[in-house]
């Protein structure tokens, strides 16, 4: 993939990620001024179905200004067709900014939730989704971060001190097994949400599995 500066900033994390991505398919997704509005710019370009989709987005966007565009990508992605079983792969693309080098984090899986619902409300209003597991919600606000709606974390502090956090926490419940569900704030910009959401999926704490549900939401 080529991202050119002058039309997308990718967004930059110090989470390793993939250098190579074979046999693919570019999606670009840019930031563009449309009269006093700024817009997600959808560039699907010719992209094969059989082939595995590389998608750069600004990382400037918001994920309220992102996410119609980010929705017509999965639905597309994941229709079937004659030469498609709707199961292709997606990956979002980065710099990581350890190795200087073009990344990718597999996102095929990420199952956007209805953007009214957080996972704690959803959760109250399907109480049989997911049984089997206890469910712990973190919160990404623009100046803080929450887990299950009582613990309060500075947005300055580093991915390792909140998983740490979380670890030690889950130590003191003593409740297995545990699912957590990350929850962002919808003027959140794209950047910040690649950065936490490939961390927690390539870190995620001892005895705890990220679901793939992913709720992004207005406060």
Known sequence: MSCKPKEIKVPVNDNPGLHEVWDNSPVYILKKIDGQDTIADLKLGQTISTTKWLVAIDKDLTLKQLLPALKKVYKKRRKV????????????????SVQKKMSFVNATKMDLMPDFFTSGNYFKEYPKADEGVKKW?????????VLNDSINFDRNFSKKQITDSISFYLKQANTLPVRLYLNFDKRLDFDRFLDYYTFFKQNAPANMQESSKIFIFTK
Do not use: C, N, Q, T
């Open 137 to 145: 919600h973190l919160y990404f606000y623009p100046d803080k971060i």
């Open 81 to 96: 067709s004659l030469h498609s079983d709707g199961k292709g792969e997606l990956y979002f693309a980065y710099l990581d």
